[in-house]
């Protein structure tokens, strides 16, 4: 059973930076075999997809976050990351990470529907 841990969270003002982290372990294939995906949910507003990576190192961003933030996977260290530059107040959400592996055609799908391990979230908050 595939583990994630998220860390990185806090309070920023607008125009700051922040990295999140997502700590895998427990997975059944090699780490790298893992596409991996950020998540953000707001409240009272439903959970989106912010950035996706596949296997082999291709990215997507959602339009809103596109040229502010960058994903990125360390398979030496089973870790993901989301580097968030220039943050601004509606980046405020619980952000989580998610792998899979079995569907990997739809790796950059920015879906929630195609990841089966989830984190239990780290606060960001942006404040103006």
């Known amino acids: 059973q595939v583990q994630l841990v998220e860390s990185g969270g806090g309070s920023v003002q607008a125009g700051g930076s922040m990295r999140l982290s997502c700590a895998a372990s427990?997975?059944?294939?090699?780490?790298?075999?893992?596409?991996m995906g950020w998540f953000r949910q707001a409240p009272g507003k439903e959970r989106e997809g912010v950035a996706s990576?596949?296997?082999?190192?291709?990215?997507r961003y959602a339009d809103s976050v596109k040229g502010r933030f960058t994903i990125s996977k360390d398979n030496a260290k089973s870790t993901l990351y989301l580097q968030m530059n220039s943050l601004k107040p509606e980046d405020t959400a619980m952000y989580y990470c998610?792998?899979?592996?079995?569907?990997?055609?739809?790796?950059?799908?920015?879906?929630?529907?195609?990841?089966?391990?989830w984190g239990q979230g780290t606060q960001v908050t942006v404040s103006s």
């Open positions: 427990g997975y059944t294939y090699p780490y790298a075999h893992y596409y």
């Open positions: 990576i596949d296997t082999n190192g291709s990215t």
């Open positions: 998610a792998a899979d592996a079995r569907w990997p055609i739809a790796a950059l799908g920015l879906s929630a529907r195609w990841y089966t391990y």
